[in-house]
């Protein structure tokens, strides 16, 4: 039976009647969004004027505008001239022995760790994550096991269903799409997070190709999804105006960790809540961080430390 709070129902209803349990799911990862976006807000509202500083972004000018618009690249020669030290030095983690019992298995460890950081490219993306710390100040990264699949036809014409990718996978996170624990200071020790949530923007085609099966489909309700248009559609979820309302979906990741659980929601719709499927039962993100801010989550970065300098320079010149 539908749980509905409002006497006017939202559309999806028509198509989509959660249970209690499954209404309790959608209501707690819309509201722990909006929890955790309220708590970043102290640091999100310059994230825009960071990526701008380090673009050289030059404000446009009216026809009748005789003023100079000029922005020295300081930020951005700084923050590449680190990067290139960063990148030059082998940062790929290493197991080390605690004793002479665990070198057997060091070697081990080792070698599996080498083998899928190759396969996954993963120095492309400790690139991009140092450079989102360099500017922003921190850095998401997600590693995950990854199936990327695709259906392909074969000389009969028979469709058939392959992998691109089958291994384990580290992505860059971008800061806008990731909200964590308002609580937290890191993804360790005491003051850990202990739940986090990922926004993917999916276009609608991937989304029913990645979302079918009975591992990522269990509940059989990822074909009720609609692609992001008619707001009355929805709910508890509005579509951002960015998102193509014809093509997209927005999915939501919500990893809790004390109630070892993942649930995923799209548009409205829950699709998954199970437990974490990772056997290690942890957060499956990384952070880094430029310069930490004692007692808080998101660190500082050199877009920030040179925002008086950059004005400077700029004023001077134009």
């Known amino acids: 039976m539908a749980v509905t709070p409002n006497k006017k129902e939202p559309s999806i209803r028509k198509v989509y009647n959660p249970n209690k349990k499954e209404y309790g799911y959608l209501k707690h990862v819309y509201q722990r969004k909006e929890e955790m976006a309220d708590a970043r807000a102290a640091f999100d509202k310059d994230w825009d004027k960071w990526q701008k500083q380090w673009d050289g972004y030059r404000q446009p000018r009216e026809v009748d505008d005789w003023k100079s618009n000029i922005?020295?690249?300081?930020?951005?020669?700084?923050?590449?001239?680190?990067?290139?030290?960063?990148?030059?030095?082998?940062?790929?983690?290493?197991?080390?022995?605690?004793?002479v019992e665990d070198e057997p298995k060091s070697q081990v460890m080792n070698a599996i760790l080498q083998y899928t950081w190759d396969v996954a490219k993963s120095n492309v993306a400790l690139v991009e994550m140092i450079k989102d710390?360099?500017?922003?100040?921190?850095?998401?990264?997600?590693?995950?096991?990854?199936?990327?699949?695709r259906t392909i036809k074969t000389k009969?014409?028979?469709?058939?269903?392959i992998f691109e990718y089958d291994d384990c996978y580290l992505m860059p996170i971008r800061l806008y799409d990731f909200y964590v624990d308002e609580r937290?200071?890191?993804?360790?020790?005491?003051?850990?997070?202990?739940?986090?949530?990922?926004?993917?923007?999916?276009?609608?085609?991937?989304?029913?190709?990645?979302?079918?099966?009975?591992?990522?489909?269990?509940?059989?309700?990822?074909?009720?999804v609609k692609p992001g248009g008619d707001t009355n559609y929805y709910e508890f979820y509005k579509p951002p105006e960015r998102i193509d309302h014809d093509h997209e979906v927005e999915v939501l990741w919500y990893w809790n960790k004390p109630d070892d659980l993942l649930i995923i929601v799209a548009n409205d719709v829950v699709i998954r809540a199970e437990a974490n499927p990772y056997r290690h039962k942890?957060?499956?993100?990384?952070?880094?961080?430029?310069?930490?801010?004692?007692?808080?989550?998101?660190?500082?970065?050199?877009?920030?430390?040179?925002?008086?300098?950059?004005?400077?320079?700029?004023?001077?010149?134009?």
Request: overall charge negative; charged content about 25%; glycine content about 8%.
């Open 71 to 99: 922005n020295v690249p300081m930020s951005s020669s700084v923050i590449e001239s680190q990067l290139s030290e960063l990148i030059g030095q082998d940062l790929i983690p290493w197991t080390l022995p605690r004793g």
């Open 184 to 224: 937290a200071r890191s993804f360790s020790g005491p003051y850990g997070a202990k739940d986090a949530i990922w926004r993917n923007i999916m276009d609608y085609n991937d989304f029913r190709t990645f979302f079918n099966g009975k591992v990522w489909n269990p509940f059989g309700n990822a074909e009720l």
């Open 156 to 161: 009969n014409n028979k469709e058939e269903k």
């Open 282 to 318: 942890q957060l499956p993100f990384v952070r880094m961080v430029d310069v930490p801010r004692p007692y808080q989550f998101y660190g500082k970065g050199e877009c920030e430390l040179l925002e008086s300098l950059q004005e400077e320079t700029n004023t001077l010149r134009r």
């Open 133 to 149: 710390a360099l500017i922003f100040g921190t850095a998401i990264g997600m590693e995950y096991y990854w199936k990327e699949p």
